[in-house]
């Protein structure tokens, strides 16, 4: 698809630049050889998967062919890789090369899902970056000559980091991506731009969460962009944020890895199960060779044991800034024993030993005064909305979910209208009243002599739309309210559901586990043709094991209905919002007294 081009540029001459082995002025006078094994292994793997999967990276986007081209040139400029100066990448390399240049249209930018989109290119303009500055001081023949094609690019896109954007991190994607620019280009006109978006405030609050809430952006976007201004720009009060974010991250994350997403407002809500600290490892390396934090060491360290194979990409940050290099400060344990409410995101996290648990109450649907907010029942991107309301890690045992799904009006879920927490106690209290209309008929003023009634509005529940002017209609309400009480107990936690209001109402509880556990005790098994395994807990109290580590649950609540649905605005186009993992049904139905006692061994 992609026809080879000679680039002729192997007889280029090269300035006599010192190789990234040699050490330079701002290199670190010992290296973290520790570290940088554990990079230039999963680079070179890297290496091999690129020539293996090469056609779906030509298939795929630019934005793919610009990273495979760091990912290739970092092993190849890098005197420890296997590839080093090994000139069979150099093809695959080329075809990338000129791929890039013919996808790159005359405003500089790239289409990437997005037509003709600043914020994507911007990622293109990171790689550009690392890539101009690895490849101009290497000394292989070949490397000056790439490094011009891809300065060319990079200035190119210049006028096109100056366009729009669609979500929040988007700006601090654009932000650095210019910082860069600006820097290898000398341009200091584009740091007025990057001045306009910083000028509109950086979306963090108190407690260290960015406005979108989720770990995938804190990661991949927020902090690097914020990183590149800090660092190409000199302006290291951008860093403080960054830093607040990396505390937030370490009380959010648990042993094996994971950052807490029930709080997001982007996909990561699914709750996808794997280890989400990789993005930020090189923000845990350079804040803590900064501040000599050996929290943020541990944390660098504890993402190099869990996922090094996902850690290929950062051989390149510390080939092109060396100082990132340099050994890092002594370990201090992360991970101490705490509880903390997040007043913005109505999220209560709690770490004792090897359990630490989420309690949320915090979705969009409400606001924080506990009213239906304007996005009652919806869902979409930018919003939060997972109705997860307790998690657990316990060591590697984890249950990923409790929700409760009560058969009422089609609303799905439960979700809380707020969360009060009681520091003394290590008590948590939830809870939502569902408050469902029939509408009634119009009082004469609002009769139509057409019969034609506005359909723009849906009915206040949020589920549904018609030509029935719902807005100016008196209603009759059905009632149907949750309290949950989450108290701590000696073995774990105590799960307290009152459901009220409404009778002969049935109600279902989801526990999820994480798949590949083992279930004893209490349990018979149902079929639901989920890929998952699904027991309905009839009586008794089941255990969940998982290694060395297990969670008792229970008891049971009798044979009770099995419930789908997610709410209409999920089932009606075949939504599921189901979580991976195996799960344990308990059944009930209202009026609802229930203790769900959970136990963690
Ligand atoms: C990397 O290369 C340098 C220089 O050849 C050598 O001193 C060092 O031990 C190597 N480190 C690793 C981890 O291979
Ligand atoms: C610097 O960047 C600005 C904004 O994109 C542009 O108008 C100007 O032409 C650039 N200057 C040079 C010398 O390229
Ligand atoms: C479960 O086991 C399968 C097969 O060994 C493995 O592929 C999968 O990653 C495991 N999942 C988890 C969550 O451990
Ligand atoms: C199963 O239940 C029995 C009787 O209550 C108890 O002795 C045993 O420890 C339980 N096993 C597990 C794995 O929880
Ligand atoms: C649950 O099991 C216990 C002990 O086997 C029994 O006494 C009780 O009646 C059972 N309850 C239900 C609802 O089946």
């Avoid at 298939?59 to 590839?83: C, D, I, K």
């Amino acid at each position: 698809m992609f026809p080879r081009r000679i680039l002729g540029l192997a007889l280029l001459a090269v300035s006599a630049t010192a190789s990234p082995l040699n050490p330079r002025q701002d290199a670190p006078a010992a290296l973290d050889w520790e570290s940088l094994a554990v990079l230039t292994k999963a680079a070179d793997a890297t290496v091999q998967s690129i020539i293996k999967g090469k056609d779906d990276i030509f298939a795929g986007e630019p934005r793919g062919v610009a990273h495979a081209v760091r990912q290739l040139m970092a092993p190849f400029v890098w005197p420890n890789s296997t590839y080093y100066h090994d000139e069979s990448i150099l093809p695959l390399v080329d075809e990338m090369l000129d791929a890039l240049v013919r996808l790159q249209f005359d405003d500089g930018l790239y289409s990437v899902g997005n037509r003709h989109s600043p914020p994507d290119t911007g990622f293109l303009i990171d790689d550009y970056s690392i890539l101009v500055r690895i490849l101009e001081k290497d000394d292989h023949a070949g490397s000056q000559g790439r490094a011009n094609i891809i300065r060319k690019m990079l200035e190119k896109a210049a006028p096109g980091m100056w366009g729009g954007i669609h979500t929040p991190n988007h700006r601090w994607k654009l932000c650095g991506a210019l910082a860069h620019i600006s820097k290898i280009t000398g341009n200091e006109t584009h740091v007025r731009r990057i001045d306009q978006w910083l000028a509109e405030k950086i979306d963090i609050d108190a407690d260290g969460i960015y406005s979108e809430r989720s770990p995938i952006y804190y990661g991949a976007v927020t902090n690097p962009g914020l990183i590149s201004v800090a660092h190409e720009l000199g302006r290291p009060e951008l860093r403080s944020y960054v830093r607040r974010n990396l505390e937030l991250i370490i009380e959010h994350a648990s042993h094996i890895g994971e950052i807490e997403t029930i709080i997001s407002r982007r996909q990561d809500q699914r709750q996808s199960p794997g280890v989400n600290l990789p993005d930020s490892y090189p923000h845990f390396r350079e804040m803590a060779l900064e501040d000599k934090n050996g929290r943020f060491a541990a944390m660098a360290r504890l993402t190099e044991k869990l996922a090094p194979s996902k850690l290929g990409d950062y051989l390149a940050n510390l080939i092109e800034r060396p100082e990132l290099a340099a050994v890092l400060p002594a370990s201090e344990e992360p991970f101490v024993d705490f509880d903390k409410h997040y007043n913005t995101v109505r999220l209560v996290r709690a770490r004792k030993g090897k359990l630490t648990t989420s309690v949320f109450g915090g979705t969009d649907w409400y606001t924080a005064d506990g009213e239906q907010s304007p996005f009652f029942n919806r869902f979409g991107s930018g919003l939060s909305t997972n109705p997860t309301i307790f998690r657990a890690w316990n060591g590697e045992a984890v249950l990923d979910a409790i929700r409760m799904l009560p058969n009422f009006f089609t609303m799905g879920h439960f979700r809380s209208s707020g969360l009060q927490y009681d520091k003394e106690t290590g008590v948590t209290k939830l809870g939502n009243v569902f408050e469902v209309p029939y509408f009634l008929p119009m009082e004469p003023e609002h009769l139509q002599a057409d019969g034609v009634y506005d359909l723009s509005r849906a009915t206040p529940d949020g589920r549904f739309y018609a030509m029935l002017d719902f807005e100016n209609r008196p209603k009759s309400l059905r009632r149907l309210q949750t309290d949950v009480t989450v108290s701590p107990t000696t073995a774990g936690y105590d799960l307290e559901f009152e459901v009220t209001g409404e009778e002969d109402v049935e109600v279902m509880f989801e526990l999820t586990f994480r798949t590949n556990g083992t279930f004893t005790n209490g349990t018979t098994t149902t079929t639901t043709g989920s890929s998952y395994e699904t027991f309905h807990l009839v009586n008794g109290t089941g255990t969940y094991t998982f290694g060395k580590d297990s969670i008792t649950f229970g008891s049971g609540l009798g044979k009770g209905v099995i419930l789908g649905g997610a709410g209409e605005q999920y089932s009606w186009m075949n939504g599921k919002l189901e979580l991976v993992g195996d799960q344990v049904l308990i059944t009930g139905k209202t009026p609802l007294k229930y203790t769900l006692s959970l136990g963690f061994h």
